[in-house]
């Protein structure tokens, strides 16, 4: 059964700071990672979806990374803005027909 | 456009209750869940439909009964609604079942009281 981890649980950083947020999974046959943007009161929105062949994506400040043989991924966000406080969520997809996601990791950037 | 749309945002019931939350999306997708994020936000599968049919059910009561018409819907029909069913419940669609992304709707959030 995969289980996803997710740490640090809650972070709180000033702007201006690069951070690194880490996702860890035990069933290493995935088809895919997905990072996840989770506003209070919203829904997901998707930031970055890494294929199992893949090591890394970027889009704008944020990239992210896969190992898959150790199981672990991050989301790099570079120069991070107080736009960006928010649950970031890390989930995997090993069955093909569903994500097991990480509890999140609740980020607070301060002016 | 807004692709996952979920209707109602905000649903507030007394106990023994039915209600249903419908979802819709215009991505094309032929795949559609159901997930329960819980009071410690914790996001679960529950259900996923491929061209309308179920194939995960992921040891959810019976009370739940989803019902996808076509590709595009997936709606969720509770019965005999209880405390513990409170909390918020997301769809999503993805174009198959192996390395697409998925899209998540806004949520409903129910509240069962």
């Known amino acids: 059964k995969q289980e996803v981890t997710q740490i640090p649980a809650a972070l709180s950083v000033p702007e201006g700071e690069n951070l690194v947020l880490n996702c860890s999974f035990t069933?290493?046959?995935?088809?895919?990672l997905q990072w996840f943007r989770q506003d209070p009161g919203k829904g997901l929105t998707s930031l970055l979806l890494?294929?199992?062949?893949?090591r890394e994506q970027t889009s704008g400040r944020l990239n992210a990374s896969l190992d898959k043989s150790s199981g672990r991924s991050t989301l790099y966000i570079a120069a991070s803005q107080p736009g960006d406080s928010a649950t970031y969520l890390c989930a995997v997809n090993t069955s093909g027909s569903r994500l097991t996601f990480g509890e999140g990791t609740q980020l607070t950037v301060n002016p | 456009d807004t692709a996952v749309s979920q209707t109602p945002k905000y649903l507030v019931t007394q106990m023994g209750n039915d209600k249903s939350i419908k979802c819709e999306q215009n991505?094309?997708?032929?795949?559609m869940y159901w997930y329960k994020q819980d009071s410690k936000k914790f996001l679960k599968i529950m259900f996923s439909y491929n061209n309308k049919e179920l194939i995960i059910n992921e040891t959810v009561p019976n009370r739940f009964s989803p019902k996808s018409p076509d590709k595009a819907h997936l709606n969720l029909h509770i019965n005999s609604l209880e405390l513990g069913d409170s909390a918020v419940y997301f769809c999503?669609?993805?174009?198959?079942?192996?390395?697409?992304?998925?899209?998540f709707g806004q949520g409903t959030r129910l509240t069962v009281v």
């Open positions: 069933d290493s046959a995935i088809y895919n």
């Open positions: 991505l094309g997708h032929d795949t």
């Open positions: 890494i294929q199992s062949s893949q």
């Open positions: 999503a669609s993805s174009q198959g079942t192996g390395h697409t992304e998925a899209f």
